[in-house]
Structure formats: C-alpha cells, structure tokens
C-alpha cells in the first residue's frame, strides 16, 4: 500500500492479492487519498496491536503448558513411588498389589 508518483502527481494504491498475483487497486489522490491512507494505517496499527495480544496469549498458555506438564511428571513419580512402597507392582499398565511377598 503507499502513495506511487505518476506524470508529477501522487496517487494513492492499495495492493490486494488475487491468489499468487498483487493487484493495485487505486483510490485516489489528494484528500481523499490522505483519508484512505489514514484509514489503511489506523487498521494496520490495530491488526498488528491484536496480533501482539494473540502472541501474548500464546506465551501465556505455554508456560501453563510448560508447567503442568511438570507437575504431571512429579505426580506421577510420587504415585509410583507410593505404588511400590505399598507393594502393588504394575501389570500391563494397572497398579496390582503383589500377591506373593517375594515377588
């Protein structure tokens, strides 16, 4: 998007994309250029303020991530832990408690 020189005067374009093809688009020049241009620039800055809160978002919920996937770990240790003190010993993925005191 900007202002292009043409034969002495400014105009103002917007450049849309048409699948792999950028299409001028004209607006116009003088005021009613300024206005678009105004425009164009005003929802940049908001697109780029929003994208900025998404990223912030983003973090948020990977350092939560982050750190409930660490507290899984350590519980599921201490479980185990608890599990073998008691004498239960794991088959095919289920806690058992260990039917013969030597096993």
């Known amino acids: ?3 292009e020189k043409r034969g002495g005067r400014r105009y103002y374009y917007r450049k849309r994309r048409q699948g792999e093809k950028v299409r001028s688009e004209y607006v ?3 005021l009613l250029g300024q206005l678009c241009a105004a425009d ?3 929802a940049r800055q908001n ?3 929003q994208q900025a809160v998404e990223r912030e978002a983003r973090q948020a919920e990977s350092e939560i991530d ?3 996937r660490q507290s899984e770990s350590t519980i599921a240790a201490l479980t185990a832990a608890m599990f073998l003190a008691a004498g239960f010993h794991k088959h095919r993925g ?3 408690k260990r039917r013969h005191a030597n096993d």
């Open 1 to 3: 998007m900007g202002w």
């Open 28 to 30: 116009g020049d003088s």
């Open 66 to 68: 982050t750190a409930l």
């Open 40 to 42: 164009d620039e005003a």
């Open 94 to 96: 289920q806690w058992r």
């Open 47 to 49: 697109r780029a303020r």
